[in-house]
């Protein structure tokens, strides 16, 4: 297989009751629930995390298309939820993403930054199909 990442992202429990030590190629991340879920809010959730990959992944995407084009635009914004609904008996999520561009640009440019942020790595996994195999270590 030709894995995306050099290393596999890993986590472990601590004793802490929703504290995980999530371990990457160059650190380690904290997460946490909330406090109202019963954790004491140390890190970001599983949904901000999840969240926080595609407002990264859009923001990096536009970035390197914007450079490539030479335009000159000075600030972006991107802030992204989720919520779930029911429709005909099945949860689908929906995950809204909102981009701010920092200055007035015209209406071409704004539709094809649209169209790259949409292209972006994260949000084309998101949209694909996903299979996650769950296999025990031994």
């Given at each position: 297989m030709?894995?995306?990442l050099e290393?596999?992202?890993?986590?472990?429990?601590?004793?802490?009751?929703?504290?995980t030590d999530i371990h990457w190629r160059n650190g380690v991340l904290i997460t946490d629930e909330p406090e109202k879920l019963g954790g004491k809010d140390l890190g970001p959730d599983p949904y901000t995390l999840l969240l926080a990959s595609l407002?990264?992944?859009?923001?990096?995407?536009?970035?390197m298309y914007i450079e490539h084009k030479g335009l000159s635009i000075s600030g972006i914004e991107v802030e992204a939820n989720i919520f779930y609904k029911?429709?005909?008996k099945e949860t689908i999520a929906y995950i809204e993403r909102k981009i701010e561009f920092g200055e007035q640009l015209s209406p071409e440019i704004e539709?094809?930054?649209?169209?790259?942020?949409?292209n972006c790595p994260i949000s084309k996994t998101l949209k694909g199909n996903i299979n996650i195999s769950t296999e025990l270590i031994k």
């Open positions: 030709n894995y995306i290393s596999p992202v890993k986590g472990a429990l601590g004793t802490q009751k929703h504290k407002v990264a992944c859009t923001l990096a995407t536009l970035r029911i429709e005909n539709q094809r930054l649209l169209r790259v942020a949409e």
